[in-house]
């Protein structure tokens, strides 16, 4: 019994927590194992012994040996017990990737993701469509599956309850994409968009072209996902050179006025922009203007082609998984670019 009290002092059970107790032997002998308190080989007490040591059911430990024989922590022989299999299980990483939507963007991101991850880690794809609720509740019962957390963090309302959410969750988990609150404090990692300054900056190098516009409107949809510093830095580069400017949240009660320019943020309305103008005589790039957020390939060669101005997808997803296949604290801002075509 002397043999099963060395082993058992490294394992830790908290009535009072929230974490199943199978989960938190599991964890705890893995968390040994890690340390090196325990080694590769070692014989582990019968299931028996265990549960009378630790005052669990049975059910609890054989469940929790059934965990980490699950990760090939863990194996067993007939009639000689279980023993302590591989010391290296916890390199294959496992990956809960949590997007707020599905768009050709995010379908970028992922590939360049999951290609650049390869075969070092298995991930997990979940769409919480910008709910908190959803959110939440794909965190709370996943909490002790996942190595990482890599999160795409936009939501329409609760966006305080998100981040306290995502506050909670163990740091070296979480690497936060395309966006970087400041209401989180506690992640690993970020690969993000600085919005303000990127749209100020683009315009910037756009001036001449929209400087022959009478005024430049930016279509903002109401109860939006959208950060409000995209707003902050139009209003800036607008004031500072002088230009008229309006912020729109309904293109089709607005309609089109000639002689403008506009900036989509979304797919619906820049569908609606182009509807729009079919039903008039106005000219693409003449009469008006139009910048899309976001490059796709097809607007490449809409209206023989979209002004984009837009973040790299593909680095979005190829920083995120260097984060995770390196365990680096690092925040990496992706470059934001304008390309000129004809719409302008």
Request: proline share 3%.
């Amino acid at each position: 019994m002397n043999y099963v009290n060395n082993l058992s002092r490294h394992i830790c059970v908290d009535e009072f927590s929230a974490v199943p107790k199978y989960l938190q032997i599991s964890k705890s002998i893995i968390s040994a194992v890690d340390t090196g308190r325990i080694s590769k080989g070692t014989v582990m007490p019968s299931i028996n012994d265990l549960s009378a040591e630790l005052c669990v059911s049975r059910g609890t430990i054989e469940k929790g040996y059934k965990y980490l024989k699950a990760i090939k922590a863990l194996s067993s022989y007939p009639g000689k017990g279980y023993y302590i299999a591989d010391t290296c299980f916890r390199k294959q990483k496992k990956v809960c990737l949590l997007f707020n939507k599905l768009s050709a963007q995010k379908k970028i991101i992922y590939d360049s993701f999951v290609n650049a991850l390869g075969d070092r880690a298995s991930v997990t794809l979940n769409i919480y469509n910008n709910d908190f609720k959803q959110f939440e509740t794909l965190i709370n019962n996943n909490l002790e599956e996942y190595s990482h957390f890599v999160i795409i963090p936009h939501f329409i309302e609760q966006e305080q309850e998100a981040f306290k959410i995502i506050n909670s969750i163990t740091r070296s988990k979480v690497i936060l994409l395309d966006k970087k609150p400041a209401e989180v404090s506690k992640y690993q990692g970020a690969v993000y968009e600085n919005f303000e300054k990127d749209i100020y900056r683009v315009l910037c190098k756009m001036r001449e072209q929209v400087s022959k516009y009478s005024q430049l409107n930016l279509l903002f949809p109401r109860a939006s996902y959208y950060p409000k510093e995209i707003v902050k830095g139009f209003t800036l580069f607008c004031r500072q050179y002088e230009l008229r400017y309006s912020v729109i949240d309904n293109i089709e009660a607005s309609g089109l006025n000639k002689g403008e320019a506009y900036i989509t943020l979304s797919e619906d309305d820049l569908v609606l922009a182009l509807e729009l103008l079919q039903e008039t005589n106005m000219q693409l790039g003449r009469d008006i203007g139009i910048i899309s957020y976001n490059e796709t390939p097809i607007k490449k060669f809409l209206l023989d082609g979209i002004t984009t101005i837009s973040t790299d997808f593909k680095l979005l997803g190829n920083f995120a998984a260097q984060l995770v296949l390196d365990n680096t604290e690092k925040d990496i801002e992706v470059p934001f670019n304008v390309i000129l075509r004809n719409s302008l």
